[in-house]
DNA sequence: CGATAGTTCCTCAGAACTGAGATACTGTCA
DNA sequence: TGACAGTATCTCAGTTCTGAGGAACTATCG
């Protein structure tokens, strides 16, 4: 393991205090999403389903019917996304649309009898595995960690909205 | 009475408490994660690289020349994704391969003059960006985050490697 | 009203991958 | 040595999206 360390590029440790401890946190945190996602990817796929696809019908079946840009806003795809994922589940018999009688621009999304049949068996083995996957934290660091990534994503959504103007607030 | 002909959990609020804390903290983690990638994401754009390029080149600034193989699994894609990321970043004149002289499979991807100075303009900016995301937390917030997430993200990539055998990743 | 700005969803070209299989090489063992 | 399992990369068809643009509808305001 030969290190040619003769140059000193402006790399990490050339940076300021605060900006490696953050760095550091962005690696960690993508490293954690994407092995939890992957828990999430291997169950969703059991059943024959996308992540986006298993995030919709988990939307709809917590939520009942919701119109398709509040589906979007949610599980955070695109506009064209969302009609996709949704073709797709219709496709397959689990979700249908339904005109929304308040503004017929809108529409919305909603379980078939099928769907709701197949989340009432899937969901449950779903919940076990991810909570599995979230079994290197006991319950308390769970709650630490979700506060303190809660703050954290809020955060970082409005420095994103403050670039792209139009993007509506969320939560406040 | 409600009679319970189904014993599966119809919604979240039905799930066991600790699958409720679970679910809760992998919702928290993939918004925090997205929030904080669409700064990545709007970045890297702007010096027209995707995310996996970014990443590639973010590696190889750091560590030097490096195994497309062990690129592979820090950064996260599938085989055939290396390929075509490294291919891409040749096209840009920032990267080349080189071959491995120990092992006439393997080969190396390496910054190419260019390479490195784009990086050097680049990075010290990114790294700013980021940290700006991760604002919402104190250092010693950040500090936290990061113990509990490591330790989240290492038992969750043990959970993953049971399941696929032959994914021997991480933990030497 | 009528113009116009804003929104909601859909279309579609193509970006950014995935993953199974192919190719080429290495290490092991009888 | 030869058979054979294992490993590293590449190929390529297919999947899952993204995002610009457009049609249809709604809201606002002179």
Redesign the interface.
Known sequence: MA??RNIA????AD?P???Q??????V?????????????V?DARRDGFSIGEFAVLELL??RGPTLLGEIQTRI?VSSGGITYLVDRLVDKGLVERRDCPDDRRARYAALTPDGTRAM??I??RH??R????????G?R??????R?????????????AD?SPGAQTGAH
């Not at 960690?28 to 999430?40: D, G, I, K, N, S």
Request: glycine share 2%; charged share 15%; net charge positive.
């Open positions: 290190k040619p590029p402006a790399t990490t940076l205090a605060d900006q401890v953050a760095l550091k946190l962005w960690t945190l993508a490293r954690a999403y994407h092995a939890v996602q992957q828990q999430a291997a079946y917590h955070l009432r068996r969901f449950p919940a076990a991810i909570a599995a996957a979230m079994h290197g934290l319950v660091d769970q709650r630490d960690a979700t303190l990534l809660k703050q954290l994503g809020l955060a970082a959504a409005a420095a994103s670039d």
